[in-house]
């Protein structure tokens, strides 16, 4: 099975969602263009221009190197975050309350 290759319109979506997460982490930690630059190891320029959307395909490797300096994801920077702990602990609740049923039913001698 092939995969479709992204359009250029899904690229372009993914790098504002990036850019996007990107200056939602800075403003949170309160820091600059040239400390992110100073902590991902990359050019001043590079990470502003990647932010002031100069650059429209950003290499993986610097997309990397800014999660690690963040001490985030690649996922999360995309905008694919991992579940949240309430998520975690509502689907578990779930499995709980369905294992619970089967069981009534087991115990019940219910057979299709």
Same mark, same amino acid.
């Given at each position: 099975?092939? =995969?479709?290759?992204?359009?250029?319109?899904?690229?372009?979506?993914?790098?504002?969602?990036?850019?996007?997460?990107?200056?939602?982490?800075?403003?949170?930690?309160?820091?600059?263009?040239?400390?992110?630059?100073?902590?991902?190891?990359?050019?001043?320029?590079?990470?502003? #221009?990647?932010?002031?959307?100069?650059?429209?395909?950003? %290499?993986?490797?610097?997309?990397?190197?800014?999660?690690?300096?963040?001490?985030?994801?690649?996922?999360?920077?995309?905008?694919? %975050?991992?579940?949240?702990?309430?998520?975690? #602990?509502?689907?578990?609740?779930?499995?709980?309350?369905?294992?619970?049923?089967?069981?009534?039913?087991?115990? %019940?001698?219910?057979? =299709?």
């Amino acid at each position: 099975m092939s =995969k479709k290759k992204p359009s250029q319109l899904e690229n372009e979506l993914v790098t504002e969602i990036v850019i996007r997460n990107i200056c939602a982490q800075l403003s949170q930690r309160n820091w600059s263009l040239k400390m992110l630059s100073d902590r991902a190891d990359l050019p001043y320029e590079s990470v502003k #221009k990647l932010v002031n959307g100069k650059i429209g395909k950003p %290499s993986f490797i610097s997309i990397w190197q800014i999660a690690n300096a963040l001490d985030c994801s690649v996922d999360g920077l995309a905008g694919r %975050s991992a579940p949240s702990d309430a998520v975690l #602990k509502q689907i578990s609740e779930n499995a709980n309350e369905i294992h619970r049923i089967l069981s009534q039913m087991n115990d %019940s001698g219910y057979t =299709k």
